[in-house]
């Protein structure tokens, strides 16, 4: 799962500060074929941006939810939220909205779903709800069946054609939650910022690739030649990190 966070803070429902006692999670999508997150928030370098201006960070909007789950800049699915959006269709519910995209691609569902499912299960396991209990875990069209939402499809004009219910939602999430694969929604807390693991190593790989693109500083070059012309280093990415192994071969061929 990839969580960015990005407070959408000049919507209006953010201004109004309000919170949310919860008791359960619903699930809507976005009733639009865009399947990129980047539709409905200002974005960054690794959701992909914005450039439209109609994303849901501005006043004079009377919608916004809690998070989306949709495709990012990379064309994989991830997630974004902002927890304290507020003001979501009831005051019992975190929602959030998948991107939809023409309700006919099995790849796409597949992941997003996925996503989807991740995410509930984390807020179940951040506010100790059970997915299986009557009504912790609904749709937005579940919702209208209880009267607790107003009159909208989604997501069972979706689900329901990629093969999945809610039902089928609820026990994908209650087993994520059994494996042990939600993730800790008590552990990447810190700042503003949420890290998973799996987003630190990518954030590890792409500092690398920053690294390994850097020139040899002024001060070193000549030195780095020399090194060169002596055979202990090709002089390739000069200001990445040098393995062990990297580090014995220099020695070794410094010694030759
Ligand atoms: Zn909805």
Same mark, same amino acid.
Request: hydrophobic share 30%.
């Given at each position: 799962?990839?969580?960015?966070?990005?407070?959408?803070?000049?919507?209006?429902?953010?201004?109004?500060?309000?919170?949310?006692?919860?008791?359960?999670?619903?699930?809507?999508?976005?009733?639009?074929?865009?399947?990129?997150?980047?539709?409905?928030?200002?974005?960054?370098?690794?959701?992909?941006?914005?450039?439209?201006?109609?994303?849901?960070?501005?006043?004079?909007?009377?919608?916004?939810?809690?998070?989306?789950?949709?495709?990012?800049?990379?064309?994989?699915?991830?997630?974004?939220?902002?927890?304290?959006?507020?003001?979501?269709?009831?005051?019992?519910?975190?929602?959030?909205?998948? +991107?939809?995209?023409?309700?006919? !691609? #099995?790849?796409?569902? %597949?992941? /997003?779903?996925?996503? =989807?499912?991740?995410?509930?299960?984390?807020? +179940?396991?951040?506010?100790?709800? !059970? #997915?299986?209990?009557? %009504?912790? /875990?609904?749709?937005? =069209?579940?919702?209208?069946?209880?009267?607790?939402?107003?009159?909208?499809?989604?997501?069972?004009?979706?689900?329901?054609?990629?093969?999945?219910?809610?039902?089928?939602?609820?026990?994908?999430?209650?087993?994520?939650?059994?494996?042990?694969?939600?993730?800790?929604?008590?552990?990447?807390?810190?700042?503003?910022?949420?890290?998973?693991?799996?987003?630190?190593?990518?954030?590890?790989?792409?500092?690398?690739?920053?690294?390994?693109?850097?020139?040899?500083?002024?001060?070193?070059?000549?030195?780095?030649?020399?090194?060169?012309?002596?055979?202990?280093?090709?002089?390739?990415?000069?200001?990445?990190?040098?393995?062990?192994?990297?580090?014995?071969?220099?020695?070794?061929?410094?010694?030759?």
């Amino acid at each position: 799962m990839r969580l960015r966070r990005q407070y959408l803070t000049k919507n209006d429902c953010y201004q109004t500060d309000r919170t949310i006692s919860v008791r359960g999670v619903m699930v809507h999508s976005t009733g639009a074929d865009n399947p990129r997150v980047s539709r409905y928030v200002p974005g960054d370098g690794e959701m992909g941006r914005n450039t439209a201006g109609n994303h849901w960070d501005r006043p004079g909007l009377t919608k916004c939810v809690h998070a989306f789950v949709g495709g990012f800049a990379d064309g994989e699915a991830g997630e974004h939220r902002g927890w304290h959006a507020g003001g979501a269709a009831n005051n019992t519910h975190i929602g959030f909205e998948i +991107c939809e995209d023409g309700l006919d !691609d #099995p790849v796409y569902f %597949g992941k /997003v779903y996925r996503e =989807a499912a991740e995410l509930t299960a984390m807020l +179940c396991r951040k506010f100790s709800l !059970d #997915p299986l209990a009557d %009504g912790v /875990v609904i749709c937005h =069209a579940e919702g209208h069946e209880r009267s607790v939402a107003s009159n909208h499809g989604d997501v069972l004009h979706w689900f329901p054609k990629m093969g999945k219910s809610m039902d089928d939602f609820r026990a994908d999430v209650a087993s994520l939650i059994k494996d042990g694969q939600s993730p800790d929604p008590e552990e990447p807390e810190g700042g503003d910022e949420d890290v998973t693991y799996e987003q630190w190593k990518e954030f590890m790989d792409r500092y690398r690739r920053e690294l390994s693109q850097r020139p040899a500083p002024e001060w070193g070059r000549e030195e780095l030649e020399q090194a060169k012309a002596l055979g202990f280093t090709d002089g390739k990415r000069p200001q990445d990190l040098a393995s062990r192994q990297e580090v014995a071969s220099m020695i070794l061929r410094a010694q030759e």
